[in-house]
């Protein structure tokens, strides 16, 4: 069993039911799994050429059984489908594989049995298939609940989706086309629909004309007629896939069938708002008459074809036009145009009729019972076509829809920052083409906020509407103004040709906004703005620098108090750090504090038990992250920030408490911070009031040398600990000095620095400096956190060392109060085991097994055990994902024996370990080369 087949077997569901759709002998039935819209690799391009192949296959003079065989083959290379049978049954209620293509197909139709009558057997797909006369198309053996009996197998041989095809011949259905792919959901995407439809539609044909072919040899003419039928049903197949338009599919069928050589002419028609049939569209001779005779025979109530057609919405057709009377009045027309026999057929489109086709021929007698079902499927194709360019022109409007809802605000029908964001390059590189200046200004409206309280938010939103149309008026056409959120709106001026434009406009915008606004409740109220900008290109910047520097323009404006002479400034170098300084303490003082939560798991029992609570500062409609706002805020303010996270992070722990959920918290604290004088007595007011227990607390120190070097320093961690909270040595690894210091702290926990957690699937090696803070942990009795832990692999060697507990995205991201209390309910634990499941994971628990080795008091202990190559935790990992064939197996059944001998005779096992080492990091980086490779294809 190859490893992903085996992995997905661990893995499968139970059954479930499923409804199906009513019996449609043209529908496709489509059991969707959650793999849905996954998509593939195959393109139209190469169902086009697959489709020429089948067409050269079928126009071939040929025997059936070679004709099978091709066209089996011609399937099974369409890129992305694994395996083809061609089922018949045999009589007995059993169905038996005629021909097969692809790995392992022959072998798996030789070792299941598949029925098409009655019971268990013959409730799956194929089943299914001959009953219905339904495609059926399964998007997920791994959920699909009718698949059961044979779905161990099929995911041995590594195929997650199928389609099944009824081949339909004269007398009904006759043989059964089943298809694998290895990819979820690939006959229900792209191309693969279109495709399988055109196998239904014609392939059960071909084949079953090749049978007649063979046994008579006398139908020479009409099999030609015929395949010429199929080249013309083959190009509506192609356009099914191609086509662009409604006028391209009509167009391109009416020329098809006229090329085929069968027919002379062909049109297609459809009712004018009057009820008269109207020539739509068409090919070959005597087209631009066929108009005038159709409304007369409307006029005249005549029984011409295409009107019968139309109001019997049944396929009519005359194989001689002198037997036919109610051709006469046509027979000017036919003689013309040298026709002998026509045909006329409903088209349908959405499920109602829609139009008429209408064909003529010179040959009398072509109209075979065999043209005419291929006729019908041609009307049935053109449906489908037209439905396919009603759903790709549907998708068009959802997409556009959805792309203006996604860059619009929904109140003031603005665009958003996302169409911002959209807009601003392209003006900056039209500024530079024209050598003008592009003004980018951001505003907020003063005295907004009192009105909203006042008068309630419908009577907010309706201001906000009435500026939002102010600010469209106040610019020109081709200036842009965007809602941000809240109060605040952008405005990009393009093609100034001085600065002093700029100042014009902005008066402009001011005046607009002053004049008094009339609320729906009668209320006259009057809203000021403030407004910053930047010029573009004399500030030199990109665009999101610029939306930044017309931020602090606005902030610089709105902080001169009293009274104004203007309400705009332009920015100027200097005062974006002061700016950004009164702006954060200013959203500080106000509250705007806002935590965030990452879960931190204990890695061996797989549950969570803590969150680390992370500060964010709310500013506008952003966050504004520590990185940002921390060195603009004085020691004071950095108390008053941990107060605050402190504050918000128990009064959560509280709210969860009261829900089933018990977790354990840490923060973050600065050693400037602690040492203050009130740091301690603000510390004891914030738990005692919260009512959480000191033993669920925990400070993070960051490491610094300088600070730990300090006795008064450790008398405060004594005297935080003499409370119960728990303290934290965070990024341990960033600063060597600590770890010399660590067996005179006194810690609880050691959190390793997140950059070596966050890169130990590029460098392996750095596990060795994780065994070695583990066991100086372990030494003082503290527990190992590693941050940083992005990937599954990096957790699993983790696990495999024994590390205590982890966080980091592989896991989860910070997240809002309210999304983690659903986050924790969905969680499933899962509990380590020392045996690794990844090659990360192997490496990991091949280091450690070194470690061990140098510390055993004899090596006659592994004795026992140490031959058995396949019984250790490695050698089961290898055996489980089907390498241990491989160098890499080979090198690490040599360690085995090196270690055997080690331990029997004491020869050294180092060259052995130290070539396992090597192969296992040439896997690792193999492994991580590919990964890297499919996410750039």
Known sequence: MT?????????????????????????????????????SEVTADDVLAALLRLDAAQLAAQPRQALCEQVVAIIGEVPGIAAVWLWRPDGTGRLAAEETSGLYAAEYAASVEVRIDHGPLAEGPAGRAWRSGMVEISDDWLTEPTVSPWRRLALEYGWRSSAVVPLRGRDGLYRLLALRSHEPGFFSAGPMPAFIRHLATVLGLALEQAEIGERDRVHHENLDRLRGLYRALLGQAKLLLKARSEAEVLRATCRRLVDSGLFVMAWIGRPAADGQLQVHTGAGPGIAETDRLLAEQHATAGRVLPLKAWSSGKLQFSNDRAGDPDLDPLDGFFGRNRLAATAALPIRRGGAAWGVLAIASAHKGVFTQEMLQLLARVGDLIGRALDECDLKEQLRAERAAQSRMARHDPLTSLPNRLALSEHLPQAMARARRQERILAVAMMDLDNFKPINDQFGHAAGDFLLREIAARLRQAVRATDFVARLGGDEFALVLEGLAQTEDAEVAAERIRAAIEAPIMLPEGASVTVGGSLGMTLFPLDDADGEVLLRHADVALYGIKERKGPRGRCWDVYRPSQEKAATTTVLRGLLARGQVRVHYQPIIDLQAGTVVGVEALARIEKGSRLVYPGEFLPHLSVEERKDLSRQVLEQGLSDLSRWDA?????????????????????????????????????????????????????????????????????????????????????????????????????????????????????????????????????????????????????????????????????????????????????????????EWTQTLRTLPSPTLLADSAGDAHACPIGCFLDQVGLHDTALGDAHKRFHDAVLRWSRRGDSYWPAAATLRQRLLEAITASRRQAVAVMAG
């Open 3 to 39: 490893p992903i087949a085996e992995t997905t077997v661990a893995l499968l569901d139970s059954d479930r039911c499923d409804d199906r759709p009513a019996p449609d002998r043209h529908a496709i039935a489509v059991r969707r799994g959650p793999a849905d819209g996954v998509p």
């Open 659 to 847: 829900a089933g959920i018990r977790l354990d918290i840490s923060f973050n604290a600065e050693p400037d911070v602690l040492m203050r004088a009130d740091a301690l007595p603000c510390l004891d007011a914030t738990v005692c009031a919260s009512g959480i227990e000191p033993s669920r607390i925990t400070v993070e120190l960051l490491e610094s040398g300088e600070f730990l070097s300090l006795d008064r320093a450790l008398v405060r961690v004594q005297e935080i600990r003499a409370r119960g909270v728990g303290i934290a040595l965070d990024d341990v690894g960033s600063a060597y000095s600590s770890l010399l210091r660590l067996r005179s702290l006194p810690v609880d926990k050691i959190k390793l620095d997140q950059a070596f957690g966050r890169e130990l699937h590029g460098r392996p090696d750095d596990l060795l400096f994780v065994l070695t803070v583990q066991a100086l942990a372990r030494g003082l009795d503290c527990a190992l956190v590693v941050e940083g832990v992005e990937t599954a692999d990096i957790l699993d060697a983790l696990s495999v060392l024994g590390v205590k507990e982890a966080q980091g995205y592989a896991i989860a991201r910070p997240m809002p109060v309210e999304a983690l209390a659903a986050w924790v309910g969905d969680w499933v634990a899962k509990p380590a085991t020392r045996h690794p499941r990844t090659l990360l994971g192997a490496y990991a628990s091949h280091l």
